[in-house]
């Protein structure tokens, strides 16, 4: 009876894959596990501002950890937290699997650990408090180009 269960076990296994422990929070944290989160930036607050500061700080703090980035996001969004990443020697891994949303409150940065840290808050905007306040993104001010018209006012 017991290697017949074992047949069926690993049948199944084959069928629908293996068994995850506790899918809907690996779902949420981007296939990591709560225990394991140093940080976190929900696709709202990632398009709001910038939070590579913050982000950086974490990297300093903990520079063994993983930065998981949800790449289903738009490239323009993600690419700057790629690149302080890869910067301050960071590894980092892209989530493309369509299980992770860009819903509001779906998760774009997820900054964790191998093992169990039980960080909280998580969530960087409560974490850094003092910055939680919307700045605006970096974006290179464009010179006021005069035409060529301006030439001929005076």
Not at 33 to 50: A, G, H, M
Not at 61 to 72: K, R, S, V, Y
Request: charged fraction near 25%.
């Amino acid at each position: 009876m017991t290697e017949e269960n074992n047949v069926q076990d690993r049948l199944k296994q084959g069928i629908y894959g293996q068994r995850k422990i506790n899918p809907d929070e690996q779902r949420h944290y981007l296939g990591t596990f709560r225990e394991r989160v140093y940080v976190t930036i929900s696709c709202q607050e990632i398009k709001e501002r910038s939070w590579i500061n913050q982000l950086q700080q974490e990297f300093q703090a903990h520079p063994q950890a993983t930065l998981f980035i949800n790449n289903n996001l738009n490239h323009d969004l993600v690419h700057p937290y790629m690149l302080a990443a890869s910067k301050a020697n960071v590894h980092f891994t892209l989530k493309s699997d369509p299980e992770f949303r860009t819903d509001p409150d779906k998760l774009a940065i997820v900054y964790a650990a191998a093992d169990a840290v039980y960080q909280s808050p998580v969530d960087i905007s409560q974490r850094y408090p003092d910055s939680a306040a919307p700045e605006p993104k970096t974006a290179a001010k464009k010179p006021h180009k005069h035409g060529f018209f301006h030439l001929f006012k005076h």
